[in-house]
């Protein structure tokens, strides 16, 4: 690379640097070109995205949060492909390829990372995914379901209510049939019960074509026919999911365990 002020070639030179990122102060290193007579700086496409993900691997050690190399590592020492811990953990593919190329998770994710890379992987799958394998073309199929149903849509939002109605539906399921709809995990959030990772989600749930996935079997459809009939409308389904101490007794950010759906009060 040469400096564009006409001083000849840059020397490429690795350097720690610090930098506040989400109010935190963080020290990395990075890679640049540097002009040895004026002292410009300059990096390559490829340098600036290994800046960003050394920003944020940065970052998440500071705050406790698994970096992506970490995240890599561990799938990788249990044998795993990208899709089988997706699988696993109850999340898409695109998120872990994320997460791995150093978008920055969230605390909630984080912890159930955590338990699907260290701990016992056989309750994890019942616990947290309700005995089903994740999957969007389901979410988008449920809630399309829902839609018809209550005759008006759900994902125009940011997802607040359309999160809710999936929760209550993949709780009664697997409390009635054993079983979740979709394969969901969901985490307590300040605004009440909503799908695990749900801001990243929530593109992939619109791309998603309900026709791919598998069909709801009757007793399936009367679940989510249930709470619809339950919650009617987007403020009663709200301030029910507010009620239910399974929500209210975990922390927030918690996972909701799927084992708790038999104390569910308002359904």
């Known amino acids: 690379m040469r400096c564009p002020s006409g001083h000849g070639p840059m020397e490429l030179k690795r350097q720690t640097r610090t930098t506040t990122f989400r109010g935190v102060e963080l020290r990395y290193e990075a890679e640049s070109y540097v002009c040895p007579v004026c002292g410009l700086e300059a990096a390559t496409v490829e340098q600036t995205a290994r800046m960003q993900r050394a920003i944020a ?74 005995n089903r394998t994740f999957s969007v073309a389901r979410v988008k199929l449920v809630l399309k379901t829902f839609e018809r149903l209550l005759r008006r849509k759900l994902l125009r939002d940011r997802g607040l209510y359309a999160g809710k109605y999936l929760f209550y539906a993949d709780m009664l399921a697997f409390r009635g049939l054993g079983q979740s709809l ?13 799908l695990n990772n749900y801001v990243e989600l929530l593109d992939e749930i619109r791309r998603a074509e309900e026709a791919e996935a598998e069909p709801l079997s009757e007793e399936e459809f009367r679940v989510i026919q249930r709470v619809a009939m339950t919650f009617p409308t987007n403020r009663s389904i709200y301030q029910a999911s507010h009620r239910e101490p399974v929500v209210e007794d975990t922390p927030i950010g918690g996972i909701i365990p799927y ?5 569910l009060r308002e359904i």
């Open 57 to 130: 691997d940065a970052y998440r050690r500071k705050v406790g949060l698994l970096t992506g190399e970490e995240i890599r590592r561990g799938r990788e020492r249990l044998g795993w492909p990208q899709e089988e811990l997706a699988r696993r953990a109850g999340v898409g593919i695109a998120s872990v390829k994320r997460w791995e190329g150093g978008l920055i998770q969230s605390r909630a994710m984080d912890n159930l990372l955590r338990r699907t890379l260290e701990g016992d992987h056989s309750p994890i799958e019942a616990k947290y995914s309700g």
């Open 182 to 194: 979709t394969g969901a995990s969901y985490a307590r959030l300040p605004h009440g019960p909503q």
């Open 259 to 263: 084992t708790e759906a038999q104390n």
